[in-house]
C-alpha cells in the first residue's frame, strides 16, 4: 500500500476560504440558506465551513445540519457487514430553503442519491446545491456534479481518496492511497 | 460491533449484552427517523414480512406492523381466529405455505413456549418471537430498558422491580434476563401463588411485601392479572390483590424517594394501579408505547441486514 499526498493543510485552508467565498457569492446573507453535512465524513468540512463563514466572514446565524443517510442507501444487504447508522441532527426546518449538501469526496454519487432521498423526509426545499471538496472524475454511476469543487482529480478504480481533518484525524491533509 | 450475533430474536436468552447495546444504538436512530415530519425510511423495500398471530394482540401487533411499515416492508398479516389453523393445519405446515409465498421474517405470537424456537429449527426464514405463551416476550423486554435507559440514563446498577403476576408472564421472565445482562438488580413482589418456584434461581430478590419491594427499587414494572391464564384462584379476590399489591398514588407518595412507573399493557385501572398512578409524571408508560416501536424497527433492521440475497 503505497500513498502519495494530493492537498496540504495549507492547500486545504485556501481551497476552505475560496469555497466559502463562492458560497457567499451565492448566498449572501444565508437568511434562506441551510448547509447540510453528510454524515460521516462530510459533517467534518461543513463544520468548518460553518466556522470560516462565521468567523473570518462575519455572517451570523448559519444554519447547520448533519443527514445520515444510511436508512437510504441502496447497498442494504449486498454487502457483508450490516449499515451502521450515524446521527442526524437538523434542528430546523428545510421547507422552501436552499440546501448546499456538503461532503468530502464524490465519487460514484449513491451517497448523494440517498441524501436527495433522505432530505425530503424533512420538508420540501427551494433548492439542493452540492459542494465537494474532492471530486472524482469519470467515476460516476449517476448522473451528480457538484456546484461547488474543492479540486478536481482523476483516480483509477483500485485508488481510494482519504481525506484527514485536525478535529478527527490530527492533521489537514488529503491522501491518493494506492490499495 | 456492528452485526447481531444471533439470526432470529427468539428470546433474551439467546442475546448478548452488545446485542443489546447495539439494538438501542440502532433505536435512537430510529426514534428520531419517526419524530420526523415524513416518518418512514426504504430500507427494508425488498423485505416481506408475515405477522402470525395465534393468540390475541393489539398493542404487539399494531407496533410490530408500524415498525414494518416505517421500515417500507411488505407486510402481510395473519391472525389465527380467520386461518385454516382452525381446520387442523399444523404449524410447519402454516407457515411454509406463506413462506413459498416468498416471505423473508416472521413475526410470530403463539400460545406454546418455545413455539418460536421449534419452528427457526423447521423453516428457512428469519424468526421475531412476539410472546410465546407464558416464555419469553423479547421485544418488550428490550423495550422496557430502552425505556430505563432514556429516563434514567442507564439501566447498569438500577433497581428494578416486577410486581404482579409473575407465573404467567412473559414480559417478567425477558425481562429479568434483559436486566440482568445489562447489569441491574431485580426483584419481583406478588402474592406467594403467582411466584414460580425457585425462580430465586435466576438471581432475583423475592418479596411478598409491595411497601418494601418499592422502598427498595428505582423502577417498578407492575404487571397485569392475567386472568385469561388462570386455571385456578390465585388470589381470594380482585379487591383483596388491589390492597396488597395495587400502587396508588397516596402509597407513592409515602415513599422516600420518587420512583419510575412501567407498565406493559394492557392496564387493568384501579387493578395493578389506580389510574392517577397510571397519567402521572413519574409513569413512563406512554414513552414505552412510542419506544416500542423504534426498539422493534431496530430488531427488524439488524435481522433483515442479516438476511442474504
Known sequence: MSQKVLLNAKEVNIILHRLACQLIEKHNDFSNTVLIGLQPRGVFLADRLAKILEEDYKIKNIQLGHLDITFY?????????????????????????????????????????????????????????????????????????????????????????????????NEDSVYLIEK | ??????????????????????????????????????????????????????????????????????????????????????????LIDTVNNILSMKVDMVVMRHPNPGAGVFLSKHVNASIVNAGDGAHEHPTQALLDSYSIRERLGDVKGKKVVIVGDILHSRVALSNIYALQLQGAQVMVCGPKTLIPKYIDKLGVKVETNLRKALNWCDVANMLRVQNERMDISYFPSTREYTQQFGVSKDLLNSLDKEITIMHPGPINRGVEITSDVADSKQSIILDQVQNGVAVRMAVIYLLASKIKQ
Open chain 1, 73 to 169: 442507501r441502496d447497498d442494504f444487504r449486498r454487502g457483508e457487514k450490516t449499515l451502521e447508522a450515524n446521527t442526524t441532527k437538523i434542528n430546523f426546518i428545510v421547507e422552501d430553503k436552499n440546501i448546499v449538501f456538503i461532503d468530502d469526496v464524490l465519487y460514484t454519487g449513491r451517497s448523494i442519491r440517498a441524501a436527495l432521498t433522505a432530505i425530503q423526509s424533512f420538508g420540501r426545499p427551494n433548492e439542493i446545491e452540492l459542494l465537494t471538496l474532492i471530486d472524482r472524475r469519470f467515476s460516476r454511476h449517476l448522473p451528480i456534479q457538484p456546484d461547488y469543487r474543492g479540486r478536481q482529480v482523476d483516480v483509477i478504480n483500485n485508488e481510494k481518496v482519504k481525506v484527514n481533518w485536525k478535529e478527527h484525524d
Open chain 2, 1 to 90: 460491533m456492528s452485526e447481531l450475533s444471533v439470526n432470529h430474536l427468539l428470546g433474551i436468552k439467546y442475546l448478548k449484552e452488545e446485542d443489546i447495546q447495539l439494538i438501542f444504538e440502532t433505536a435512537d436512530h430510529f426514534k428520531e427517523v419517526i419524530n420526523r415530519p415524513i416518518k418512514k425510511v426504504p430500507s427494508l423495500r425488498d423485505i416481506t414480512i408475515a405477522n402470525l398471530f395465534f393468540e390475541n394482540s393489539t398493542r404487539t401487533k399494531l407496533s410490530f406492523e408500524l415498525a414494518e411499515k416505517r421500515l417500507s416492508a411488505d407486510v402481510i398479516n395473519f391472525s389465527s381466529a380467520q386461518s385454516s389453523v382452525k381446520k387442523g393445519e399444523s
